[in-house]
């Protein structure tokens, strides 16, 4: 059974720290990922990042945010910094399965920034 169990959000101060991990397990993945939503608006893509350590950032948290992983615990994590209000949201990780090119998705994490 494929899942992806994700843990760390809450409420911070701007300013402060979150970090986010995303534990996948039932199969191997390459890309794992976080995208967020906030309330209103559509999902956006946060980071992401291949089984070979090469990464993406959205512009909005470029010098903020930094993804990693293990590649031998299957799980990928988040670390944010410098948390502003409009960090506020709901964020999905996700996983693409090698076998069959899916995007797994887990249930959602509330991260929320107060001014």
């Known amino acids: 059974q494929i899942q992806l169990v994700e843990s760390g959000g809450g409420l911070v101060q701007a300013g402060g720290s979150l970090r986010l991990s995303c534990a996948a397990s039932?199969?191997?993945?390459?890309?794992m990922g976080w995208y967020r939503q906030a309330p209103g608006k559509q999902r956006e893509l946060v980071a992401r990042?291949?089984?070979?350590?090469?990464?993406n950032y959205a512009d909005s948290v470029k010098g903020r945010f930094t993804i990693s992983r293990d590649n031998a615990e299957m799980t990928a994590y988040l670390q944010m910094n410098s948390l502003k209000p409009e960090d506020t949201g709901v964020y999905y990780c996700?996983?693409?399965?090698?076998?069959?090119?899916?995007?797994?998705w887990g249930q959602g994490t509330q991260v929320t920034v107060s001014s």
């Open positions: 990042i291949t089984s070979g350590g090469s990464t």
């Open positions: 996700y996983a693409l399965r090698i076998v069959n090119s899916r995007d797994y």
């Open positions: 039932g199969s191997i993945f390459s890309t």
